[in-house]
């Protein structure tokens, strides 16, 4: 009798013990399940970290007739800056982190997809991509983090170094000035900034650009801008049409061939053809060698031969060639004054949605890191940073 009572408290304490097993079992698999579907279904807001010396990643938040190349037309929408809401809430809209594990042709795969319905299934604000091209950290970042502040949400920062930088992710590939890996390096920013559906304009820059307007002009600048700014131009010289390779006939003529500033800016129409070409990268990769600069050539060739009714011809990055040799001027300390930095703004000349207009510079290059102090005494009052 007793061995009987033993054993049914024994076995009411096992089956006890089963169910609280059982009970804690479906409550970890309730945790995880609800960890994918936010992981997977939900989209994460980003905040926009401090611009340091070192600037991350960051997500705020064939033929010329060929079909593969469609160079829409219409205009990019305008917005009023002061009707802003951004609520984006899927990972498909601004994806966080899938570029990481992607090659080239997989990242390019992706980004080259293209919605077809005019209409966005969530409330979409344009966004200005700031695509950085560096040899490591940003020595000038402070006068970046003081441009961007109070703008969160309308623009987007992505960052290419060396990989040989210690913070940089481990998709960075080497980059040689002059060399196709500067095209490679180039397209790998463009296609990860056309993951965020809401990038409307991308411009490239370096660690010795800097902003010649405040946040808000140049945001407007570029938004309501009826063409993108990559100057294409036919160079009769030696360092122009002296740098054709004939083997790149038929597909590519001497009257297609032309020249341009690296430093470009561009719509996503324009750039989701640049990143689709399967046809003539292939043919500067392997037929673009020292004396041709593949970074000053493929670019402009292709625009000038695939979409010319996109770019308005110009840059909207100054330099200073009047030294002659194979880099621009590179500004010191000595040379940042109020008066040079006017003189770049407005003593220029050019067409913006067809109107004459003496704004035809919204940053400049090349500014030594010691130029940083001057440039952030200076840029409250004359750049309008505060405004």
């Not at 013990?17 to 309730?30: E, H, P």
């Not at 801008?225 to 390779?245: A, K, Q, T, V, W």
Request: glycine content about 4%; hydrophobic content about 40%; some cysteine.
């Amino acid at each position: 009798m007793r061995r009987a009572i033993k054993d049914g408290r024994y076995q009411v304490a096992m089956a006890i013990i089963f169910g609280v097993f059982l009970t804690f079992l479906v409550l970890a698999l309730g945790m995880i399940i609800n960890d994918h579907f936010k992981k997977f279904i939900l989209y994460e807001n980003l905040q926009n970290s401090p611009l340091n010396a070192f600037l991350p990643f960051y997500m705020s938040d064939i033929s010329k007739s060929s079909s593969n190349y469609r160079c829409f037309s219409s205009n990019p929408p305008r917005f009023n800056d002061s009707n802003i809401v951004y609520d984006s809430r899927l990972t498909w809209v601004a994806p966080r982190d899938i570029w990481h594990s992607m090659s080239d042709e997989e990242l390019l795969w992706r980004a080259s997809m293209v919605p077809h319905l005019v209409e966005y299934p969530f409330d979409r604000v344009s966004k200005v991509a700031f695509m950085f091209l560096t040899k490591g950290r940003l020595p000038l970042g402070p006068l970046w983090e003081m441009f961007f502040k109070g703008h969160e949400g309308l623009f987007t920062i992505y960052l290419h170094t060396s990989p040989e930088f210690a913070h940089e992710p481990p998709e960075s590939s080497k980059v040689r000035w002059g060399d196709i890996t500067m095209i490679d390096a180039e397209r790998r920013l463009l296609a990860n900034a056309l993951l965020d559906f809401s990038n409307e304009r991308f411009i490239l820059l370096s660690e010795t650009c800097i902003p010649l307007f405040n946040f808000t002009t140049i945001y407007n600048y570029l938004i309501n801008s009826n063409h993108s700014f990559l100057n294409s131009f036919d160079d009769p010289r030696n360092i122009g049409r002296g740098r054709y390779n004939p083997r790149m006939s038929p597909a590519i003529t001497l009257h297609d061939w032309r020249k341009g500033s690296q430093w470009f800016e561009a719509s996503r129409k324009l750039v989701i053809n640049i990143i689709s070409d399967v046809v003539y990268y292939p043919i500067f990769r392997k037929h673009c060698m020292p004396p041709c600069y593949v970074d000053e050539h493929y670019f402009p060739t292709f625009v000038n031969m695939i979409c010319p009714n996109l770019t308005s011809n110009r840059t909207v990055t100054w330099t200073d060639w009047s030294r002659g040799g194979s880099h621009p001027v590179m500004f010191n300390r000595v040379d940042v004054t109020e008066g040079f930095l006017e003189r770049i703004r407005y003593e220029s000349n050019c067409t913006y949605n067809g109107e004459n207009s003496n704004v035809c510079f919204l940053f400049a290059r090349k500014f030594h890191p010691s130029t940083l102090q001057p440039l952030l005494r200076i840029a409250p009052s004359l750049l309008g940073f505060n405004d």
